[in-house]
């Protein structure tokens, strides 16, 4: 197997200098953790810059901690989930950490976001108390006609938009009726920090949220149920920090994406996001290869020193141990989840490998999967 040339994941967070003097604050005032003044500024900027008026953003360690604590603040032990098939392990995590019961639901197949006829169909047969919806690979989709959808049917509902942040079109929260969102910070997203995530959510929900991301205790001592999610004081400086850089690293991404998109127009048989507004903080570049084996992608590009990745394979239905409900038919999720590659998106600070990489893209994986 040839050398990677091309890695997956080139992470872009930070330079140290341009947060160390921040951070210094708060370890002059002797304060790392426990809603610190760098994680309160760096929710503040966060409400400014993505939340409506009357919604508000709370600092975490993680998505999956965000999602699990929302979760628990909006839903009683045992009550039932509607979630995505075709998602990161961690949406299904979340939701059994918050001690609920997922049931799985199919995708649209262009949208690759949960498809609200299967969603209906489920909620014939099943008792659904919720939905989790996910944006997958951070694209950023419409999602106005699942919230029509689950405001008429009485159903709340919780985007996880881990990959999504970023992007200059990361939707207003508070467009939709007491929507709650949750993104990840991890060094392998866009907007990366190492480890972290951002909820957002309606504001009147935010102690409710930070005393669950505080082992649940309440002011009087007593301790609903919770655990231990919030943000430390280091991380939130690096966020200070990427909050400043962040448009750069899209645009330049968008740019690559862009260039995927010359690139594999010309072939048939195979499905690219079309469907993603401009503003996209592009994660990564993820293609449905109809006629070809997934499989086979990724050994022709790793032979050419190119990684690429398989995500959201397999689906919950295939990789989780334990028992799931599955009221309707999961196949395009399943489908569609061993047939996609996802490609890796650059910023500038790998700039210089863009050229090679599109290079033998061009000249050599393409023409070797199709026989060119
Ligand atoms: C990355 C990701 C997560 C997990 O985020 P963490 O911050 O690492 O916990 C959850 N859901 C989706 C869809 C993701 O892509």
Redesign the pocket.
Known sequence: MALVKYPFLIPDLPDPALWINKYRKSYDAGQFSNFGPLSTELENQMTERYCSPGYSAVACS??????AVALLSKFQPGQTIAVSNF??A??YQ?IRMARLEPILIDIDPETLEISIASLDQACQTTSIDGVVA???Y?IIGDNTQLHSYCSSAGLPVVV?G??GLGGSRFPKIGSHHEEIEVV???A??TFGIG???IIFCPTPLVPSIRSRLNFGILPNRRYQSGINGKMDELHAAVGLAQLSRIGDLQRFREKVAKRYFELFSLLDGIQLPTLVPQGTAWNMFPVVFRDILAENVITVAAKHGIETRR?YWPTISEGATEDVAQPVSLRNSEEISRAVVCFPVYTAKAGDLLKGLFQTMENDLLPALYNK
């Open positions: 993680s998505a999956t901690s965000g999602l998602t990161f961690a949406t979340a996910v944006r997958p951070g996880d881990a990959a990840s910070l991890h392998t997203k480890e972290g995530g995500y």
